[in-house]
């Protein structure tokens, strides 16, 4: 019968049963598998000897080609020891294949010149603790424009370390060397979606995630609003001129034209007839009042502007405005 192994090359199924006598996979392998896979955000809470390590190793070392060079997998574990042990997992399943994966172990029990010269050939797979990692990402050793997947095994214990500062210092350095975050690139931003129309439709947009409901209150804390601001064309100078000397920082202008009979498009179910333009700001949400009443005080009346917000959970772009 196919398993999730049946995924894996030749040569790493061998080396598994090779290094790990392991033929079959245990239930947080085969659950986990797919969604790694297909790059998602997983959290992975299961018993000790359950195969958590090797649930998230599997699908990430598949991703990988054998001895090419350059940072791709970051493992943050929280004491030496398990960084020791992790590593032993990749070496076990080198020692079985005739390319190995390239590996380097950064933790802080370890003299890091030698780990320098480790880094100097470009390893696959980084395995460390957090001071140890943060102290290489301020040295610029490690390439972070190149990492594809990280790992924080046992983030228990890691965001217990420090109050979970470390934790969030090696997320910052990531979205740094990523770009994922430099204002003036770009804003990525989250909204909540209260309702959809159709099943098939829900089902293809979550790809048959489980999906929670919650509860409008759990979104009043939110950091950041989202500001649309429908106004006739032409006026978006004006309006952005409004914002930015209420706090805003830029937005992105959407230009409607008008469809049909009765010339009319539509944006979250509010009607845009022809000569309109759509602005959307984020903003911080303890600043939203004073964009929105500036803009309404303060554009130009010409502009006929509407404005409402909506909350949004989650960002990438605003790092200034986080760093604050």
Do not use: C, W
Request: aromatic share 4%; glycine share 10%.
């Amino acid at each position: 019968m196919p398993t999730i192994f049946n995924e894996l090359s030749p040569e790493l199924q061998t080396a598994l049963a090779d290094a790990f006598h392991i033929t079959e996979p245990m239930p947080v392998q085969t659950a986990s598998f797919p969604l790694i896979t297909r790059g998602r955000n997983l959290a992975l809470q299961s018993r000790t000897g359950s195969g958590k390590t090797l649930a998230y190793l599997l699908p990430l070392l598949a991703k990988l080609t054998p001895g090419e060079s350059g940072n791709k997998l970051l493992i943050v574990a929280p004491t030496q020891e398990l960084a020791v042990q992790i590593g032993h997992v990749v070496r076990d399943l080198n020692a079985a294949l005739d390319t190995p994966y390239s590996l380097a172990l950064i933790g802080g029990g370890a003299n890091i010149n030698h780990q320098l010269e480790k880094l100097k050939k470009h390893p696959q797979i980084l395995v460390g603790t957090p001071g140890r990692i943060l102290e290489l990402f301020d040295r610029r050793k490690i390439n972070g424009q190149t990492i594809e997947a990280v790992v924080f095994d046992e983030i228990d214990a890691l965001l217990a370390q420090e109050g979970g500062r470390q934790l969030a210092a090696i997320q910052k350095a990531l979205r740094r060397q990523m770009r994922i975050d430099v204002p003036g690139t770009g804003i990525a931003f989250i909204v909540p979606v209260s309702s959809i129309g159709g099943k098939r439709a829900l089902l293809f947009l979550t790809e048959h995630q489980t999906l929670e409901l919650k509860e409008e209150s759990t979104l009043k804390d939110t950091r950041y609003d989202l500001l649309l601001v429908i106004a006739n064309q032409g006026y978006t100078g004006s309006i952005m001129d409004a914002a930015r000397a209420a706090g805003a920082g830029g937005g992105t202008v959407i230009h409607a034209k008008g469809t049909g009979m009765e010339g009319a498009a539509r944006f979250m179910g509010i009607d845009l007839v022809n000569e309109k333009e759509l602005v959307l700001i984020v903003s911080r949400t303890s600043e939203k009042n004073a964009i929105m009443k500036a803009i309404m005080d303060n554009a130009d009346k010409k502009a006929g502007s509407i404005v409402f917000s909506l909350p949004v959970t989650d960002t990438a772009g605003l790092r200034l405005l986080d760093e604050e």
